[in-house]
């Protein structure tokens, strides 16, 4: 019985997304609940997984191509159905009348049946030749950064469609016998740089493959690469074919240059390179414009002095490492802005004009913009204003490790009431942040670092103080409302037993 498999309702909002991967071939054998494709929706992305088992007959979508939802996906032989047999052809007559073939029975399955995994499916093997495993690998290793590199089916053999999925996700290598277990973030960036995860020692729980140790298997093929270079070394012609070549950096071997992001071209100018839109970045893009042109935007500065924050956080990180928390600084400044907003609902509101209201939040959802390999996203803590420090550090830790491993829902990014974006992570001090609309604020903390400071006594001392941008969107929050919820924030961040005690 051959089936149509079409993409499944992927939550509310949400009517299309683009195909990153395929992770089956035409005449393979799948299990039920096996990854079909790979999907990127407006912020996530998602595994589509066979609702049956079978053999895959007909795939009908291409990476890259923007599917709706109700879309068929691939036919599939449903396991145990009856073989789809083709009529045979009538006997040679004298006046032969052609007869139509009766189409098979085509039974749908509803997208119900087939609902979205974000978790992590068995995944088939990518095939990478071993003159782009250098090339890209060298690339990688150079720049630091990795371009997203065009999906590619699969034209290995398939592995056993008997093998049982498991909760870690695993990626068979191009032995059969062979599995190897890693992430889809890591399997995604192993691919991405041109790196067989077959032949790289996993250093993690279970000999689990890290990102550290793809990159570790980089570095080495980068060294080989380099060592190949330097028996012959590069030479450009003046009449080389621009689709071929790019303009090479001083200092810059021909593996390096090759592999750089983008489909090589030609413009007006010079050599240029070319990429698609992700999904994510097309929608990162609407966003921001959005919020742009439709709300006007404030930017107030100022700084926190954390010196005693620090000496308590410092102090306590031990006994929070033991029970197996990191502690850092953005849980208290998590629990600052909560019990804040509390106090300043017209920070933690939204702004209706098509009904010409506003709505008061009696929730603190807090968002937590987390810059992932796909783009940024800003999953939400919910409730943070009832949580702990301790609960809030756990939360920050969970969600840092789904975003980058992919495994988060599309809910998880919705129902936000303030944004919260740490750039001191990076390094950065101050900034603009512009407001994710529908909320009214967002508030970015930059690199706590020591300063000298005027005390009340006169003396100048050395503090460490915390950098605050706080935009809001001037429509709704005026600039005295800004000020004293800022001022808010940083009394409790400059008084550690206040925000230890503070109250939901």
Same mark, same amino acid.
């Not at 509803?110 to 690998?137: D, E």
């Given at each position: +019985? /051959?089936?149509?498999?079409?993409?499944?309702?992927?939550?509310?909002?949400?009517?299309?997304?683009?195909?990153?991967?395929?992770?089956?071939?035409?005449?393979?054998?799948?299990?039920?609940?096996?990854?079909?494709?790979?999907?990127?929706? &407006?912020?996530?992305?998602?595994?589509?997984?066979?609702?049956?088992?079978?053999?895959?007959?007909? *795939?009908?979508?291409?990476?890259?191509?923007?599917?709706?939802?109700?879309?068929?996906?691939?036919?599939?032989?449903?396991?145990?159905? !009856?073989?789809?047999? =083709?009529?045979?052809?009538?006997?040679?007559?004298?006046?032969?009348?052609?007869?139509?073939?009766?189409?098979?029975? $085509?039974? $749908?399955?509803?997208?119900?049946?087939?609902?979205?995994?974000?978790?992590?499916?068995?995944?088939?093997?990518?095939?990478?030749?071993?003159?782009?495993?250098?090339?890209?690998?060298?690339?990688?290793?150079?720049?630091?950064?990795?371009?997203? %590199?065009?999906?590619?089916? /699969?034209?290995?053999?398939?592995?056993?469609?008997? %093998?049982?999925?498991?909760?870690?996700?695993?990626?068979?290598?191009?032995?059969?016998?062979?599995?190897?277990?890693?992430?889809?973030?890591?399997?995604?960036?192993?691919?991405?740089?041109?790196?067989?995860?077959?032949?790289?020692?996993?250093?993690?729980?279970?000999?689990?493959?890290?990102?550290?140790?793809?990159?570790? !298997?980089?570095?080495?093929?980068?060294?080989?690469?380099? $060592?190949? $270079?330097?028996?012959?070394?590069?030479?450009?012609?003046?009449?080389?074919?621009?689709?071929?070549?790019?303009? @090479?950096?001083?200092?810059?071997?021909?593996?390096?240059?090759?592999?750089?992001?983008?489909?090589?071209?030609?413009?007006?100018?010079?050599?240029?390179?070319?990429?698609?839109?992700?999904?994510?970045?097309?929608? *990162?893009?609407?966003?921001?414009? =959005?919020?742009?042109?439709? %709300?006007?935007?404030?930017?107030?500065?100022?700084?926190?002095?954390?010196?005693?924050?620090?000496?308590?956080?410092?102090?306590? =990180?031990?006994?929070? !490492?033991?029970?197996?928390?990191?502690?850092?600084?953005?849980?208290?400044?998590? =629990?600052?802005?909560?019990?804040?907003?509390?106090?300043?609902?017209?920070?933690?509101?939204?702004? &209706?004009?098509?009904?010409?209201?506003?709505?008061?939040?009696?929730?603190?959802?807090?968002? *937590?913009?987390?810059?992932?390999?796909?783009?940024?996203?800003?999953?939400?803590?919910?409730?943070?204003?009832? +949580?702990?420090?301790? &609960?809030?550090?756990?939360?920050?830790? &969970?969600?840092?490790?789904?975003?980058?491993?992919?495994?988060?829902?599309?809910?998880?990014?919705?129902?936000?009431?303030?944004?919260?974006?740490?750039?001191?992570?990076?390094?950065?001090?101050?900034?603009?942040?512009?407001?994710? @609309?529908?909320?009214?604020?967002?508030?970015?903390?930059?690199?706590?670092?020591?300063?000298?400071?005027? +005390?009340?006594?006169?003396?100048?001392?050395?503090?460490?103080?915390?950098?605050?941008?706080?935009?809001?969107?001037?429509?709704?929050?005026?600039?005295?409302?800004?000020?004293?919820?800022?001022?808010?924030?940083?009394?409790?961040?400059?008084?550690?037993?206040?925000?230890?005690?503070?109250? /939901?």
């Amino acid at each position: +019985m /051959s089936i149509d498999v079409k993409l499944p309702d992927l939550g509310d909002g949400i009517e299309s997304g683009d195909v990153l991967e395929i992770y089956v071939t035409e005449g393979e054998a799948v299990t039920k609940n096996q990854g079909l494709i790979e999907l990127e929706t &407006d912020k996530a992305t998602v595994t589509v997984p066979s609702p049956l088992s079978g053999t895959i007959r007909k *795939i009908l979508v291409a990476p890259g191509q923007s599917i709706a939802v109700g879309a068929v996906i691939v036919q599939l032989e449903a396991t145990g159905a !009856a073989p789809t047999t =083709k009529p045979a052809a009538p006997a040679p007559t004298a006046k032969p009348t052609p007869t139509p073939a009766p189409a098979p029975a $085509q039974d $749908q399955v509803s997208p119900a049946s087939a609902t979205p995994v974000v978790s992590t499916p068995l995944t088939p093997p990518v095939a990478v030749s071993s003159s782009a495993a250098a090339t890209t690998a060298s690339s990688a290793a150079a720049m630091g950064t990795t371009g997203r %590199a065009s999906s590619k089916q /699969s034209t290995s053999a398939s592995t056993s469609a008997t %093998a049982p999925l498991t909760s870690v996700a695993t990626t068979a290598s191009t032995n059969a016998d062979t599995v190897v277990a890693a992430s889809p973030a890591v399997r995604r960036f192993a691919r991405e740089v041109g790196i067989d995860l077959s032949q790289v020692h996993g250093t993690g729980d279970g000999s689990r493959i890290t990102r550290d140790d793809v990159l570790l !298997a980089v570095r080495k093929s980068s060294a080989l690469a380099a $060592q190949s $270079q330097t028996a012959v070394p590069p030479v450009l012609q003046p009449d080389r074919s621009p689709a071929a070549t790019v303009d @090479v950096p001083s200092g810059a071997s021909g593996a390096q240059a090759t592999a750089l992001p983008g489909t090589p071209g030609r413009d007006d100018y010079g050599p240029v390179r070319t990429e698609r839109l992700t999904k994510i970045r097309k929608t *990162i893009a609407t966003q921001m414009h =959005k919020s742009w042109s439709t %709300a006007p935007q404030v930017t107030n500065f100022d700084d926190a002095d954390v010196t005693e924050l620090e000496a308590f956080r410092v102090a306590s =990180k031990d006994d929070y !490492a033991a029970r197996g928390i990191k502690l850092t600084s953005l849980p208290f400044l998590v =629990k600052a802005v909560a019990a804040a907003l509390r106090s300043h609902p017209m920070l933690n509101a939204s702004l &209706d004009l098509e009904n010409e209201q506003l709505v008061y939040h009696d929730y603190v959802n807090l968002g *937590i913009a987390v810059d992932s390999p796909r783009g940024l996203v800003v999953p939400n803590i919910r409730n943070a204003h009832q +949580m702990s420090i301790p &609960d809030i550090a756990r939360a920050l830790a &969970d969600m840092a490790q789904r975003v980058r491993s992919g495994e988060f829902s599309v809910s998880e990014l919705r129902g936000g009431t303030f944004t919260i974006s740490n750039l001191g992570a990076i390094g950065g001090t101050y900034s603009t942040p512009i407001v994710n @609309v529908p909320e009214v604020a967002i508030l970015l903390v930059g690199r706590t670092r020591r300063l000298p400071v005027v +005390m009340d006594d006169n003396l100048i001392k050395p503090r460490q103080m915390m950098p605050l941008s706080l935009s809001y969107d001037h429509r709704l929050v005026d600039g005295g409302a800004a000020t004293r919820f800022l001022n808010d924030v940083i009394g409790l961040l400059e008084a550690p037993s206040r925000l230890l005690l503070a109250l /939901s």
